[in-house]
């Protein structure tokens, strides 16, 4: 089979054609990563975590007013439990955002 005569101008055409059809299935096969939607996932994430920390340690101090309030021990007790769980939780979060940092660490260029 013989191939079709074309100008150079014609040719170069051709490949850019067949260039920006082949760029255009590779973009179809992966779909392009954005790092900026990782951080800013990360960002809200991490925003979320540190409201929560803030209204844990408010919850704490209403706590140990009360505990100081009413020294009787079953609400000592009671309000010493409430007190380890919110500690609890707030060390949580603390490792969530470090950890969600962390994810943050490979968008910085």
Do not use: H
């Amino acid at each position: 089979m013989s191939e079709p005569v074309l100008t150079p101008a014609e040719w170069k055409r051709v490949r850019e054609y067949d260039e920006r059809c082949q760029r255009e299935i590779e973009a179809a096969e992966r779909p392009p990563v954005r790092p900026d939607f990782v951080k800013e996932l990360c960002d809200a994430m991490e925003k979320e975590a540190l409201e929560e920390i803030r209204e844990i340690q408010e919850e704490i101090g209403v706590l140990t007013k009360c505990r100081e309030t009413f020294p009787a021990r079953e609400s000592v007790e009671n309000t010493n439990v409430l007190i380890w769980q919110l500690r609890y939780k707030m060390e949580e979060n603390r490792d969530d955002i470090t950890r969600w940092r962390s994810y943050k660490e490979p968008c910085r260029v």
